[in-house]
């Protein structure tokens, strides 16, 4: 009786193996994952128009401006303040990733006017773009 057992515990383990190493099975995977790398590419058109919001307020009395390193690139907020609170910002980082790095420039500022503080939470899976569009603001915030 222990050897059936054996056998046929060897038997269901070589089975599992065999099934979890199917070569057909990850070659329809890795093509699976190229056209989700492609996708970005194709829509950085959407941050142009953050930008030339970003020019426009530029030269309002009281803008304070400021750059901090962002998971692509640079990140450039531009801070509007009145007194001591923080009227608006608006970020801008063309080299974020799109969908990710971008959601970060499009809804951060938003909580930042709200709360009128850098102290909110980031925006998940944008750590990186979240510290630097809060660090950018803190650099422009001391600037004045």
């Given at each position: 009786m222990k050897k059936v057992s054996l056998l046929l515990a060897l038997g269901l383990m070589m089975f599992s193996i065999a099934a979890c190493s199917s070569k057909e099975a990850a070659a329809p995977a890795a093509e699976a994952e190229k056209p989700a790398a492609v996708e970005p590419a194709e829509k950085p058109a959407t941050e142009e128009p953050v930008k030339e919001t970003e020019e426009a307020a530029a030269p309002v009395e009281g803008a304070l401006t400021a750059t901090a390193k962002g998971f692509g690139?640079?990140?450039?907020?531009?801070?509007?303040?009145?007194?001591?609170?923080?009227?608006?910002?608006?970020?801008?980082?063309?080299?974020?990733?799109?969908?990710?790095?971008?959601?970060?420039?499009?809804?951060?500022?938003?909580?930042?006017?709200?709360?009128?503080?850098?102290?909110?939470?980031?925006?998940?899976?944008?750590?990186?773009?979240?510290?630097?569009?809060?660090?950018?603001?803190?650099?422009?915030?001391?600037?004045?």
């Open positions: 690139g640079d990140v450039t907020v531009t801070v509007v303040v009145d007194g001591d609170d923080i009227v608006s910002v608006e970020a801008v980082g063309d080299s974020e990733t799109n969908g990710i790095g971008s959601n970060a420039i499009d809804q951060l500022p938003a909580k930042i006017v709200e709360a009128d503080s850098t102290e909110v939470d980031g925006v998940s899976g944008a750590t990186v773009t979240s510290n630097a569009i809060k660090e950018a603001v803190n650099a422009a915030l001391a600037s004045k």
